[in-house]
């Protein structure tokens, strides 16, 4: 695949949502999405994380004598800025494309046939990627019996969060998926006693509580018909959607493990089942408009999403392979402030607004958290 630049290392890689999750270990970020996982929010690195980026194969293979390798580092550089460039534009653009998408009353309820359609561009993408041209990966037979219920949490996982982007502001709902890291830690230490360090914990306090800030002051009412609100059905959603990405990002590592798959595999399984299964319930759940009813406009937006939905795995996989874990962090901070910001933009809210106070308490805290689980990586690693 030269064309995209030295090969990358094999790494894990998850469907993306509006979101991107705020976890370094393998999570979910859905289409519109997780995300991502790690994508417009946060990234939380752990130990497990540094250590398959400094031991898999190495992204730049030396060359024939020095002039060789330097040529090497600049074009390995290079890719990795574009990459990056890339994964920033197509995250910051499915969630607003997604907003306006569901900004229209007939779209907004058509929720589960949205998220079939962006599973199946994620089996698209992961079919080209398996092909022997690239072969990236080698697929894999799962029992069906084994892949239904991720099936049905990973349906859970985008439907949920899509459904809070169409009741809330952008601000508030990338701001509440800054809780996917407390909750995925909770879910942690519930399931595997995995306890974080002490100042890992302080640091989520105030995220915690910035982002209780924010669900308070954006739901309030507002005589200003230009101010953009959250309802209640938006923080009932968003919150809903937090619970189900983060039960989705355990059951992702627990079913690596248990079937000795790459995140590749898994989801190359996972995604088609998902859309079948949701067929299903379409018809009893999903209100259709008048198709020939929905402008041209409406149409491109949602093949945009789509297509943006696959840049984000294609770039995340890249990124991966040629970026360390601070750097991965750091794009995932810096989507996370503009997507933020933006969103803050077109809401109508001045600077003064007391949910700005949140904004900055939640994404500082989830920084700090950052900060202090690479120094603890590092730390760690340089023990062993």
Known sequence: MTFLGSRPRRHSFTALSSTENHNGRDRPSSFDGRDDDRDSQNTVVDEGNARDIEEGEPFLEKGIGNQTVRNSTRSGFGWAVFWIVVNTLATIGIVFTNKAIFSDPSLKLVQLTFAA??????????????????????????????????????????????????????TFYQVARILLTPTVATMDFVLYKSILPRNAILALVPACLGVAMVSYYDSLPTIDANIKTTSNLGVLFAFSGIFASSLYTVWIKSYQRKLQVSSMQLLFSQAPVSAFLLLYAIPFIDTFPTWTEVPMTRWLMILMS???????????????????????????????????????????????????????????????????????????????
């Not at 962006?118 to 799962?142: D, G, K, N």
């Not at 459904?163 to 952008?170: C, D, H």
């Not at 840049?311 to 601070?326: A, C, D, K, R, Y």
């Not at 700090?368 to 760690?380: D, E, P």
């Open 117 to 170: 359609f962006h599973f199946f561009m994620t089996w698209l993408l992961l079919f080209m990627l398996s092909r022997p041209q690239f072969a990236y990966f080698s697929p894999r037979r799962i029992p069906l019996r084994e892949i239904i219920p991720l099936s049905v949490a990973m349906s859970l996982n985008v439907i949920l969060p899509n459904l809070s982007l169409a009741f809330s502001t952008v």
């Open 306 to 384: 789509g297509v943006f939905a696959a840049l984000i795995n294609l770039s995340q996989f890249f990124i991966v392979g040629q970026t360390g874990p601070v750097s991965s962090t750091v794009v995932g901070h810096l989507k996370t402030c503009l997507i933020v910001a933006l969103g803050w933009a077109t809401s109508g809210r001045s600077v003064g607004d007391k949910s700005v106070i949140g904004v900055l308490i939640a994404v500082g805290g989830i920084i700090t958290y950052s900060i202090v689980m690479l120094r603890y990586v590092t730390r760690r690693h340089g023990q062993d």
